[in-house]
């Protein structure tokens, strides 16, 4: 029993359509005595009705085998004329050919319409070379009309369907492409947002965690009192920064708005809110600016990351350092519109701290690192010596040219 594999696909609908109407067509024709030409070396007509049904079989496989179905329809059309031929034959036979260029294989369709020029062409220049009267040509002006003609038209549709599949192959691509590039934009954008969300209210919320703990910790009255005026503090601040967040995000377009993003400028308040934060026994914040007096304005990118990494530095040194003193230090050598500004917090690393350390997300680090790597820049974080002992450096260096 043969294997579903191995069975031929199912005719299609049209093409038993196309199979049957021939046959009743024919059969029509040759009831009616209807023939093309005479027979030929003594043919029987009944011959016609046999080429006829080979052909209308033939038709059933113009679109899953068309070189088979072309084939065995070139012998049934041969023998049709011999029998005395018949119009739906050879209308037949022209479909198949037709079939043949548009379901074929590509090096088919090529070849096809070659064959069909040079039958045409023989089939002209040996009646002429024999009979050697004018009428001769219209031999081949017919076989002309019955194999180039359709040959033809297969090429001309084929080569629309094929264009309008790649038209449409070129759309889907497109359509992709442009999903891609929202998706990216999209997972870009969230990443900035997460960024600046963490940068603003993290510093806030450390603050308040430091306070808090301490409040439950120390007995005092006053300083429980001094804790929970920080607590109030960095509160109304971070909430402060979340409504200048969300105002951004609702219209980007405020321009007012966007001046509100901070700078350098703002360091010494930083600083200032960092020391509060700290508490007495803490830390002490200094900020050494060296860059040139004068010096043209940074990039305002620049200019937002550099604040953002001493923000979370700070915030960082708030939440894992001892006591001791926290280096922030700016450093633009040139001054001007070229070189790189480079951003350096030092804190002490280890040591005992007031209060227990509070448990960071480990954002913070990455977050940093994206900003830096948007500007083209570097950042170096980690364990360095320092000249009384172990502290925690993070440096980065921001490029003012291309990078920016």
């Not at 006829?52 to 041969?78: D, F, H, N």
Request: some cysteine.
């Amino acid at each position: 029993m043969p294997s579903r594999s191995s069975r031929l696909p199912r005719p299609h609908r049209d093409d038993v359509l196309i199979g049957l109407a021939g046959v009743v067509g024919g059969t029509l024709l040759w009831t009616l005595g209807l023939h093309n030409n005479p027979p030929f070396f003594g043919t029987p007509q009944w011959l016609g009705l046999v080429a006829l049904g080979v052909i209308s079989g033939a038709e059933l496989l113009r679109r899953t085998a068309p070189v088979t179905g072309l084939g065995i329809g070139t012998a049934a059309v041969a023998m049709d004329l011999c029998s005395g031929g018949l119009a739906a034959t050879l209308l037949m036979y022209t479909d198949l050919i037709y079939a043949g260029v548009m379901y074929g294989t590509p090096a088919t369709a090529r070849r096809l319409p070659r064959l069909c020029v040079l039958v045409t062409a023989v089939a002209t220049a040996v009646p002429l070379a024999i009979v050697r009267e004018p009428w001769a040509l219209l031999v081949g002006m017919l076989v002309a009309v019955f194999t180039i003609s359709p040959a033809w038209t297969g090429v001309l549709v084929r080569t629309h369907r094929e264009e309008a599949a790649a038209a449409r192959l070129e759309a889907e691509r497109v359509a992709l492409l442009a999903e891609l590039d929202r998706r990216e934009a999209v997972t870009a954008e969230r990443a900035r947002m997460a960024r600046e969300l963490h940068d603003m209210v993290a510093n806030h919320l450390s603050a308040i965690a430091i306070h808090s703990t301490a409040a439950q910790s120390l007995k005092d009255p006053a300083a429980t009192e001094e804790a929970l005026g920080v607590i109030r503090e960095n509160s109304v601040r971070g909430l402060a920064e979340m409504r200048r967040l969300i105002g951004l995000l609702r219209d980007a377009r405020d321009e007012e708005q966007l001046s509100a993003a901070p700078t350098l400028g703002a360091l010494d308040s930083l600083l200032e809110q960092a020391r509060s934060s700290s508490g007495p026994g803490g830390q002490d914040f200094v900020l050494y600016d060296e860059r040139p007096a004068g010096s043209t304005p940074l990039p305002a990118p620049v200019e937002l990351a550099a604040y953002r990494i001493v923000q979370e530095s700070l915030t960082n040194a708030l939440k894992h350092a001892g006591p001791g003193q926290v280096d922030v230090t700016l450093t633009h050598p040139t001054g001007g519109t070229d070189g790189a500004l480079e951003v350096s917090v030092t804190s002490p690393y280890g040591g005992d701290r007031p209060t227990p350390p509070v448990p960071g997300s480990g954002t913070g680090l990455i977050g940093m690192r994206e900003r830096v790597t948007l500007l083209g820049g570097t950042l170096d974080a980690g364990p360095v010596p320092g000249p009384s002992g172990t502290v925690w450096r993070v440096r980065a260096a921001l490029p003012l040219g291309d990078g920016a």
